[in-house]
């Protein structure tokens, strides 16, 4: 007899899945439930990943905007030095 008989009391499984039958859980919608929890994971790395990115873009903009600020009190702070000195003759000798 070949080891595929049916008579054959211990015969060795398929490859399939181990689901309970009187759940009606079968190998299908297992297998979905996977694909499911994969996607969802994905999903959420996904979103942390955005958040990430978003955090680093206020961030970029918060320098941006502290630089302008330095730079405009420098140019303002120039400006009235200037013209503090607008009005006194400078002799050399």
């Known amino acids: 007899?070949?080891?595929t008989s049916p008579y054959i009391a211990f015969r060795r499984r398929?490859?399939?899945m181990q689901t309970r039958k009187n759940r009606k859980n079968d190998e299908?919608?297992?297998?979905k439930m996977l694909k499911?929890?994969?996607?969802?994971?994905?999903a959420v790395t996904l979103l942390e990943m955005i958040?990430?990115?978003e955090k680093s873009k206020r961030e970029?903009?918060?320098l941006t905007l502290?630089?302008?600020?330095k730079r405009f009190v420098?140019?303002?702070n120039e400006c009235q030095s200037y013209q503090m000195f607008d009005g006194i003759e400078i002799i050399v000798t």
């Open 1 to 3: 007899m070949p080891l």
């Open 14 to 16: 398929t490859e399939k």
């Open 28 to 31: 299908t919608s297992y297998e």
């Open 36 to 42: 499911l929890k994969r996607d969802l994971t994905r």
């Open 51 to 53: 958040k990430r990115r």
């Open 60 to 62: 970029v903009l918060r």
């Open 66 to 69: 502290e630089v302008f600020e």
């Open 74 to 76: 420098l140019c303002f």
